[in-house]
């Protein structure tokens, strides 16, 4: 079956950077767009950003221009999402989804990965 | 940023109907682009519910539904049960922003 699994639990320190991996199995690599979604304590779903499989462009949202890469690796099917100088409010719970299209519906989902930040 | 809007909270007894609405711009679902809805428990990942303005995936029950009209959307839950309180999304691509959008969220109360 369709499968995206993230990495693990992060604990980083301000000012670091974090680099969380999905690795999809199940299906056709360059079938899904990857998008990034986050969510912080207390909030709502926040777009991150989105990479295309076979081209590997990517877009981000606005508010983390500069501060996040979005790769993919073809040969293992597994996207990698890096944020750098990290934020107290960049502590949340960190998803990647597929997307068939780039304005598609997100679904298959990523179990989620907690990323901390704190001194 | 011109993220749809949602209530913030909605409440309703077992049984009846409740209704959340998303309000968009001529950017995001005005502009045509499909909503989709998700359910979000605690601890898991979404839950995509609707997709399409207004088309089920297989396995989620008949008693979700979606519509849309001018620069809004509306994800309607009939014969409401205790297992339908969670937070519930719409999502949208945003042309100005050249990304998806998630409205702000809804959490739906099962008195």
């Known amino acids: 079956q369709v499968q995206l699994v993230q990495s693990g639990a992060e604990v980083k320190r301000p000012g670091d950077s974090v680099k969380l991996s999905c690795k999809a199995s199940?299906?056709?690599?360059?079938?899904?767009?990857m998008h990034w979604v986050r969510q912080a304590p207390g909030q709502g779903l926040e777009w991150l950003g989105v990479?295309?499989?076979?081209?590997?462009?990517?877009n981000f949202a606005q508010m983390l221009q500069g501060r996040l890469t979005v790769t993919r690796d073809t040969s293992t099917a597994t996207v990698y999402m890096e944020l750098s100088s990290l934020r107290s409010e960049d502590t949340a719970v960190y998803y990647c989804?597929?997307?068939?299209?780039?304005?598609?519906?997100?679904?298959?989902w990523g179990q989620g990965t907690l990323v901390t930040v704190s001194s | 940023q011109s993220v749809p809007t949602q209530p913030p909270s909605v409440s309703g007894a077992p049984g009846q109907t409740v209704t959340i609405s998303c309000t968009g711009t001529?950017?995001?679902?005005?502009?045509?682009?499909?909503v989709h809805w998700y359910q979000h428990l605690p601890g898991t990942a979404p839950r995509l519910l609707i997709y399409?303005?207004?088309n089920r995936p297989s396995g989620v029950p008949d008693r979700f539904s979606g519509s849309k009209s001018g620069t809004s959307a509306s994800l309607a839950i009939s014969g409401l049960r205790a297992e339908d309180e969670a937070d519930y999304y719409c999502?949208?691509?945003?042309?100005?922003?050249?990304?998806?959008?998630f409205g702000g969220g809804t959490k739906l109360t099962v008195l």
């Open positions: 001529t950017s995001n679902i005005g502009a045509g682009y499909d």
């Open positions: 990479i295309s499989p076979i081209a590997g462009t990517t």
């Open positions: 399409g303005d207004n």
């Open positions: 989804a597929g997307g068939l299209g780039y304005t598609d519906r997100l679904d298959p």
């Open positions: 199940g299906y056709t690599f360059t079938t899904y767009y």
């Open positions: 999502l949208s691509y945003d042309s100005s922003l050249r990304g998806m959008s």
